[in-house]
């Protein structure tokens, strides 16, 4: 084998690479584990919960394999009594090392279905309130959040009520994406034709990065928007202003947001919803881009094969 | 046709030129050595019309060598864009094309055919065949494997990568993408994906009627254990993908509409194909790296397998489980809470047998004599580190928590853990492990070692910081990020990682050569007092025979049973000829067929495209006019066996 020096250096390198990673890792900000809503944080408790698990089974693999290497590595002195050669197996250690995994999914699997059935449910702590609903579409590579009972439209970035339910209802115009804001839930997709609802909550105010983290080409990366939490009544001042003094949404400028690009933030009186429905509509935005010639290769559609689909609307609500 | 070319050869991107001009030095250099040596004769008749399962497995490991130099270094190009914010290395676009051929090089032309090839070598020895049960098909299955390969990456130079991911998620892969790249993934795939299913049928033949008299399946070894379920699983899984592949073609050059948004589409369902072929398929590439673990375990344990029958048991099960948990890859598309724990349980279930298997490699290493050689440390790092990714796993699969970790680096990291801890270092170990049945000598011990640890380190290094990231929020597949985002520090860690495999893998490389250069040939055919069959040859690199006389299998370890009761090397054996199959240049050709039929799709090019298909019909009724008249092989004689057998007779 290697000379002993070797063993130390490798061990050594192998020790301060694990500290280096471990403590800038407690210095970057691991969000997901610090979430600021009751729904981020039911996921959290799970992955900690889960965690502690892993850990442990991980302890004891580690002891085991520990052991094995260094009591029966090949040496000049082995004992033949720590020689078994034809040691076959054991049947009541396996039967040891099958129940306990099967008792540790068990643990697993009790609350991952709790969390999952109570995440399709508004948040219990606010369960007197009333929801605010707002769809969110997603559009290469942009986000459109339309607050159908306000008439309000923003883009790329949506302000909420602390403290206060709401429900996302969320869909895309072109491509899957994913709806995420790491510090307040964890995601779902918007597909065209579809819409999946998504309960979420923020706590405290503030400013909360969100994102499209599903893969949907060359400006993904830059698909983000932020989630902005205002306390009761800036939230309702925000509201009655935008009412009042943002431009109505025409439909040559929600076009234009069909269009493949990134955008800044925006502001509108009034919402897509008068005109289309992509939760309804999926083919809205492929027609648009036909319209302005953006290339749409790799499917030839026709202006008739559209209006058919448009007319029957074929997509089954989600 | 000479604007055509213009139009598609990628001639702005310095790296790609600098691609383009050193395939075209080495495709000259190979070209002149071939020529100046007079070995065109030698390639064509002992390599590329071979049927022998051992070279066959040879030209698929040197393949799979070259893919994941490919694939390293679109990772390490990644690492690049990735360890510093704001980077402006890469543009969005280019690293969306290497992201994309990165995933689906490693695992479609890297892992598969790396195992396959092991697979190839080592299984009809193990099971004391002659050869594989259709060694023509066998050399069609290369083959097409290569050309597939060769037509997906001609892609960067030539009209542009695929750039949807490896997954080629609908509608981004019809209505996002124009331009041939998804053309070459679809296409590509559908070509190397013939071989795959053809390795399959004939590996589950082979083995299930091929064995030496007494090798009840109970008695047959871990590998092809492994590699019989593996067949299985191929069979039931990679006829979903050519369909599903076959399906988006149609839409991308014919206008159906399978999975596109318009004229009633559904892309949700691209998803539901893609993972049902593509979960089998994470296990069609781990299965046989358990084997491969369990030969070296056992082997350097100087000990028999722990739990022999409860590892097939496990295996049957694991097996099982692949194809009931494709829905875990997308929880997020906003499933019932009760579809969601379904697949959550089943997903979670996975681990139980997987369990099983890692407790039975630790009762391995119980009360054993371990030696640590270089397979050995492959094996024995496999387990503290595939656990990582085992247990992270298990977290994934809790459907409520996965809302957090989909998409996310948390992801990548475990799915390397897997991948790489369990396949690459499978790979490695079983290269190393089964080298001097290859080549005639062993791979140099101390050079191996030092590409261990560079190896291993590096990997740690690389992607323990990304589950650190995943919860930090970053996700997977983006170009860049802010410096606001404070993912800089753990990013810069996780690049110096890649750079060390980086270093590990060029050490394995060198030591390829110097091995060649310096190792001594071995004078028999049991380097490392090995237990399975094939290493009962006489001589270290089999003939093409195999064995000149079927062993007769008493034990599960057939090999270490014989030299326990001193018949391992009986010496006056009867021979008798031996009857082998015809070398064959049809597979060769029928595969220049189909890649000739892939690039005329992909550029829609119809009447290549009919020529191509037409060739590779002819090739089918070419041979199957001739096959029954002239292809009944050859018969080795008693003096030839005796001759090639003689190294045994010297030294007994």
């Known amino acids: 084998m290697f000379k002993n020096y070797k063993t130390w250096l490798i061990i050594m390198l192998s020790l301060v690479s694990l500290i280096v990673i471990t403590v800038l890792g407690f210095q970057a900000d691991l969000i997901v584990l610090d979430p600021k809503g009751p729904v981020g944080e039911i996921q959290k408790d799970l992955i900690m919960y889960s965690i502690y698990f892993m850990l442990a089974i991980l302890v004891v693999v ?166 902005v939490a205002l306390d009761e009544d800036s939230y309702q001042s925000w509201v009655k202003e935008t009412q009042e003094n943002a431009p109505k949404l025409d439909e040559t400028t929600y076009e234009k947001l069909m269009l493949p690009d990134n955008v800044g933030e925006m502001t509108f009186s009034s919402t897509h919803l008068d005109f289309v429905d992509h939760g309804i509509d999926a083919t809205y935005a492929m027609h ?31 | 046709m000479v604007e055509f070319i213009k139009d598609n050869l990628i001639l702005n991107d310095p790296m790609i030129v600098g691609a383009n ?104 020895l193990q099971i004391g065949a002659r050869d594989v049960a259709f060694p023509y098909l066998n050399n069609l299955s290369f083959w097409s494997f290569f050309f597939g390969a060769i037509l997906f990456n001609i892609s960067f130079v030539f009209g542009g990568s695929p750039d949807a991911g490896w997954t080629n998620y609908a509608p981004l892969a019809i209505e996002g993408s124009p331009g041939p790249g998804i053309n070459y993934y679809l296409l590509g795939l559908q070509v190397s994906g013939i071989g795959t299913l053809l390795t399959g049928i004939n590996f589950i033949v082979t083995i299930i009627k091929m064995r030496a ?18 067949s299985f699983i191929i ?59 369990s030969e070296v375990i056992a082997t350097f344990s100087r000990k028999t397998l722990f739990g022999h029958k409860s590892m097939i048991i496990s295996l049957v099960v694991i097996s099982g489980l692949s194809f009931l948990v494709w829905v875990h890859h997308f929880y997020t598309m906003g499933g019932s809470a009760n579809v969601n724990n379904i697949f959550s349980i089943t997903t979670m279930a996975i681990a139980i047998p997987t369990g099983i298997k890692i407790f039975n490699w630790l009762g391995t290493l119980y009360k054993a004599r371990i030696q640590f050689t270089a397979a050995m440390m492959w094996a024995l790092a496999f387990i503290p580190t595939f656990v990582i990714g085992g247990v992270t796993g298990v977290m994934l699969g809790m459907a409520a928590a996965d809302f957090q970790y989909h998409n996310t680096y948390f992801l990548i990291a475990h799915f390397h ?96 050569y110097y091995s060649l250069r310096h190792s001594k040939m ?87 495209a009919i020529l191509g298909i037409a060739g590779s019909f002819g090739c089918m009724i070419f041979r199957s006019l001739r096959s029954h008249v002239y292809d009944k092989g050859y018969y080795v004689s008693v003096e030839e066996i005796k001759r090639l057998e003689q190294p045994f007779h010297k030294e007994a």
Request: hydrophobic fraction near 45%; aromatic fraction near 16%.
């Open chain 1, 62 to 227: 580690y002891v085991l394999f520990t052991y094995m290497v260094i009591k029966y590595r090949d040496h000049k002195n082995v004992d033949s009594k720590n020689y078994k050669p034809d040691m076959h197996g054991s049947v009541k250690l396996e039967i040891i090392w099958t129940a306990i995994p099967v008792i540790i999914v068990i643990a697993l699997a009790i609350p991952n279905a709790k969390a999952l059935y109570d995440l399709k449910q508004p948040p219990a702590s606010t369960a007197g309130k009333e929801p605010i609903v707002i769809h969110a579409t997603a559009a290469d590579w942009k986000w459109i959040f339309s607050y159908p009972e306000e008439n309000i439209e923003t883009v790329n970035y949506v302000n909420v009520p602390e403290d206060h339910p709401i429900l996302f209802k969320i869909t895309a115009a072109d491509s899957m994406a994913s709806f995420w804001v790491p510090q307040i839930g964890g995601q779902i997709y918007g597909m065209p034709g579809m819409v999946n609802e998504l309960y979420l909550q923020v706590d405290e105010p503030g400013e909360y990065k969100g994102r499209n983290s599903n893969f949907t080409g060359e400006g993904m990366t830059h698909q983000q928007f932020n989630m």
């Open chain 2, 417 to 512: 853990y897997t991948l790489i801890a369990g396949v690459v270092f499978a790979c490695f170990a079983g290269f190393v492990y089964w080298y001097p049945k290859m080549f005639g000598h062993k791979m140099n011990e101390p050079i191996g070692k030092w590409a261990f640890w560079f190896f291993t380190i590096g990997f740690n290094v690389c992607f323990l910081p990304q589950f650190l990231l995943g919860f930090a929020g970053m996700p997977r597949r983006v170009y860049t990020y802010l410096p606001e985002d404070g993912w800089t520090a753990l990013n810069v860690v996780s690049t110096i990682g890649a750079v060390g495999m980086g270093i590990g893998f060029v050490i394995i490389v060198y030591n390829v």
């Open chain 2, 235 to 293: 069979v039931f899984a990679f006829p979903i993908l050519t369909v599903t592949l076959a399906m988006m073609t149609f839409d991308r050059l014919f206008g159906t509409h399978f999975f596109t948004l318009t004229a009633g589409g559904n892309p949700m369902l691209w998803a539901n194909f893609f993972w049902l072929w593509g979960h089998p398929e994470v296990y069609i590439v781990v299965l046989p790296a358990f084997g491969i673990f």
């Open chain 2, 522 to 608: 071995e004078t028999t055919g049991d380097s490392w007092n090995g237990r399975t069959l094939e290493w009962a040859t006489a001589t270290a690199v089999p003939p093409h025979y195999n064995f000149p006389v079927t062993p007769v299998v008493k034990d599960v370890d057939a090999f270490w049973q014989m030299k326990q009761e001193g018949t391992a090397n009986k010496k006056d054996i009867e021979y008798e000829p031996i009857h082998m199959p015809n070398n064959t240049g049809t597979p060769f050709v029928m595969s220049i067929f189909f890649f000739i039929a892939g690039f005329g799709l992909v550029f829609e090019i119809w009447w290549m």
């Open chain 1, 288 to 318: 648009i881009r036909e319209k302005y010639g953006v290339e749409i290769k790799g499917v030839k559609i026709t202006t008739e094969e559209y209006k058919q689909v448009s007319n029957n609307g074929s997509h089954s609500n989600h």
């Open chain 2, 21 to 124: 001009i050193s395939i075209l030095l080495t495709v000259i250099v190979l070209v002149f050595v071939l020529t100046y040596f007079k070995k065109w004769k030698w390639l064509w008749t002992e390599w590329i019309t071979t049927v022998d399962h051992k070279r066959i497995g040879i030209m698929y490991i040197i393949s799979a060598l070259l893919m994941l130099f490919r694939g390293g270094v679109d990772a390490l190009l990644m690492r690049a864009q990735l360890t510093v914010p704001n980077a402006s290395f890469l543009s969005s676009q280019h690293y969306n094309e290497i992201f994309t051929t990165h995933g689906t090089i490693m695992i479609l032309f890297m892992a598969m055919p790396f195992l396959l090839g092991l697979m190839n070598v080592v299984v009809p």
């Open chain 2, 213 to 230: 008299p007494g090798m009840t399946l109970l008695r047959m070894p871990m590998f092809s254990w492994t590699t019989l379920i593996t």
